[in-house]
């Protein structure tokens, strides 16, 4: 079969082609290959000499006089580039449709960098740059329309290699091959291909540099052929680019070093560092040669898993002369760093948005107050208040020493909302937040960030984010904070109550609109460096399912019951899946657990609301604190269960103990468990009869007492915990403590 190419000439019968520069030199030589081959071409060409000055007709109407003298189709049009939408129109007009664009067309300004002017600069811009963006563009719809294109972007070896005296010129070229491994991505579905060439022949351009031999021995015949093949529909090249001249074709890809990793563990990157690996960085040997930026990503994360293993290595003596490492966060300079300060104004669109992408809809006739500015109950969605504070968070990261930001590797762990006043329904909202904490995981770092939300002076909500950063752990720090807000495991029952509702397969595309951008809820191919199969569902926007269920419940859409909610964000949601929120409700804590009915998979875990009544109204001297005290679950739930066993203890304890709990050093919740009187109680305030014993502790402590972390003996003699009366009944209440507040 050696004379397949004579048996099967590839053939370029109802095709369109825009060739432009076609009035003379490479343009020519296409156009005239292109028609031979049964093409309709259009012969663009604006006529100016070489500098881009001046124009003229003749150019263009020679080569269409040429190509019909010898049987071919062609038109003329005598545009510059920079219209493009005028040269396709061109084409539409004659033949009815586009297929090929051969973006040829352009001209030399030459000048050393230094006597560069505006005007050199930006004459080549616009002819080679923005004249084949202008061309390209014109044309992209139809081809997209018809599932057909082919795209030719014409570069230089100036811009590859660079040259003297052409600045202006490689900047544009170069800047050609970017546009071109753009089209190549954006167009493939459609099957439009953009190859770029960056070509050597005689021409007017090349004639006063190369000597004669030369120009001869590099016809722009010798370029044609790759142009045309590379244009044909049965050639599969996409996003390439060729060297082409002298009958000579070579393909050309980047090579990459294996690179050196200069960041030492828990160290600042230095310039010295780099210094000092300069010979590693630059050494090609093994050098790897990625073809896309996925796989350019890819091998980096390759990399960075290699470095994690021989980080672990390292630990080991025997691997003491161990260079490489990567650095984790630094939790001494970051904690207690505040985040700029952020600014959140809005209309009555931004919470009606957020009520539709939690799934709200006008079928449902009491979602209407947060769906219709014009109803008299217009009110915010009390989880609506994550949305202010969520800049604070990816301003966050950015502060965290030490912490590499790969952001397909960042997940949102866990949230806390609490409310202190209902969100206005429009205005302007500031926050603020701090590092609270960071906390080593092992398989990664959880940054625990605070952030307090202001109405003018008025604290509306508070959040605290917690973002999980895969990778980033193994650094040697600590893994609990009392800072933490802590979650809870629903009672062993079933549940009191289920709601759900099937999201809409665009939930996160709507979501997002909240202003949560990160592409791994939207973008497929950053889904899939995430590991994941499809893009997902904010995990607030799951929390906005949950909280609204059990608002409606529970608190019958009254904004005003919701105090706080708390939930671990523990699997992916894919938009698409029905969201089940199973309730138990204890007093007015909602214990929570949302699934995935789908797969029965726990999405949303620990998790519980707090309505506003879980708190008491103090009966005697009660300080009137608003704020939530983490203390106060502990309280409700010991409360809840000293009802059942309340006489028992009575006969068993027979005591009064008062609890002041602090919060910055004042009181700021006192309660009373009487185990003395009747069959037993707990209320919010100072004993009502004389207590036996009065503890006093700090909010904080107080949950590491409960949570088993801080041991009270311990507590007491560091000045935790205060104790004023009988203090060996405090033993009694230690037992009270372990059995009934277990969390
Ligand atoms: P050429 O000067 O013979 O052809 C360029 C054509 O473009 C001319 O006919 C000119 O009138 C036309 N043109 C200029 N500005 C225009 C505008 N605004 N609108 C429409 N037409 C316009 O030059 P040659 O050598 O054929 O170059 C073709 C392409 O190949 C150019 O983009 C050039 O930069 C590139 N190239 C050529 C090399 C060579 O060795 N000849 C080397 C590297 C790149």
């Known amino acids: 079969m050696s004379a397949s190419g004579a048996v099967l000439p590839l053939r370029f019968d109802g095709k369109v082609a825009v060739v432009t520069g076609a009035g003379g030199g490479l343009g020519r030589t296409y156009a005239l290959l292109l028609a031979e081959r049964g093409a309709s071409v259009v012969v663009n060409d604006l006529g100016g000499n070489i500098k881009g000055e001046g124009k003229s007709s003749s150019a263009a109407d020679r080569v269409v006089e040429d190509i019909r003298a010898k049987g071919g189709k062609a038109v003329p049009n005598y545009d510059s580039v920079e219209e493009g939408e005028k040269i396709v129109q061109t084409a539409l007009d004659a033949y009815g449709r586009i297929d090929i664009v051969i973006n040829n067309a352009g001209i030399l300004r030459d000048r050393s960098f230094a006597r560069t002017s505006d005007l050199d600069w930006d004459l080549i811009q616009r002819v080679h740059l923005r004249g ?126 294996l690179g050196a990793t200069v960041m030492q563990k828990n160290q600042q990157m230095t310039p010295e560092a780099v210094r000092d690996s300069w010979e590693r960085i630059c050494d090609f040997e093994n050098a790897t040669k990625p073809k896309s930026n996925k796989e350019s990503i890819s091998t980096l994360y390759e990399v960075l898993n290699k470095l994690d293993e021989k980080k672990g290595a390292s630990m080991n003596p025997t691997s003491g002369s161990m260079q490489v490492s990567t650095s984790g966060p630094n939790p001494a300079e970051a904690v207690g760093k505040k985040i700029p300060l952020t600014e959140y104004t809005y209309t009555n669109l931004q919470p009606i948005l957020y009520a539709l992408g939690v799934g709200m809809t006008t079928k449902d006739p009491d979602h209407l107050k947060f769906l219709f500015e014009g109803n008299e109950e217009f009110s915010c969605l009390p989880t609506f208040g994550v949305i202010p504070a969520q800049d604070s968070m990816n301003g966050s990261l950015a502060l965290v020493p030490g912490l590499n930001i790969d952001f397909t590797k960042v997940l949102h762990g866990e949230q806390y909302l609490e409310l202190h006043k209902p969100l206005p329904t429009s205005g302007t909202l500031k926050s603020e937040g701090t590092i609270a904490d960071i906390l080593d995981k092992g398989s990664g770092a959880v940054i625990l960030l605070d952030v307090h939300t202001y109405n003018e002076k008025d604290l509306v909500c508070y959040n605290q984010f917690s973002v999980f950063v895969v990778g980033a752990g193994g650094f040697g720090g600590k893994r609990t904070s009392d800072k933490v807000k802590v979650t809870m495991n629903p009672p062993n029952r079933p549940p009191d109550a289920i709601m759900r509702d099937l999201t809409s397969v665009d939930q996160a595309a709507l979501y997002r609109l909240n202003g949560d951008w990160n592409p791994l809820h939207i973008d497929p191919n950053f889904a899939a460096f995430g590991g994941f199969k499809k893009p997902i569902l904010h ?115 027979n005591a009064i103990f008062q609890w002041d709990i602090t919060k910055d050093g004042n009181t700021a919740a006192q309660w009373t468990i009487d185990l003395k009187n009747g069959s037993g109680e707990l209320y919010k305030g100072a004993a009502q009869h004389q207590a036996d014993t009065i503890f006093t502790m700090s909010d904080e402590d107080f949950i590491q007492v409960v949570s088993g972390k801080l041991n009270p003996q311990k507590a007491f003699f560091a000045g935790k915990l205060k104790v004023k009366g009988n203090i060996m009944l405090s033993q009694k209440l230690e037992i009270i403590l372990k059995d009934y507040a277990k969390l």
């Open 539 to 653: 995990g607030l926007c799951s929390m906005g399912f949950a909280a609204r269920h059990v608002l409606k419940q529970y608190a019958n859409n009254d904004v005003t019951k919701f105090k706080a909610i708390k939930v671990r964000f523990a699997k992916p949601v894919v938009p698409g899946q029905t969201l089940e929120t199973e309730m138990w409700k204890e007093g007015n804590l909602i214990h929570l657990q949302a699934k995935v009915k789908e797969s029965n998979e726990v999405v949303l875990a620990g998790a519980y609301v707090i309505l506003e009544e879980a708190v008491q109204k103090p009966k005697a001297n009660g300080t009137g604190m608003k704020a939530q005290l983490q203390s106060d679950l502990v309280f409700a739930e010991i409360s809840r269960r000293i009802k059942n066993v309340g006489k028992e203890l009575v006969k068993k304890v």
């Open 132 to 257: 084949s963006f202008k061309v390209t563009r014109a044309a992209w719809n139809h081809m997209r329309n018809q599932k057909y294109g082919r795209i030719i972007m014409t570069a230089s070896s100036s811009g590859i290699y660079g040259n003297f005296g052409q600045a202006n010129y490689s900047a544009a070229k170069l800047g050609l091959l970017g546009l071109s491994n753009t089209l190549a991505i954006e167009g493939q579905k459609y099957n439009i291909q953009c190859n770029t060439i960056a070509p050597t022949a005689g021409s007017r351009l090349t004639q006063t540099v190369l000597p004669q031999e030369l120009l001869d021995a590099l016809k722009p015949e010798f370029v044609a052929p790759l142009v045309a093949w590379l244009c044909h529909e049965s050639c599969q090249e996409n996003g390439s680019l060729f060297e082409v001249g002298g009958g000579w074709i070579g393909k050309l890809r980047w090579e990459r070093t």
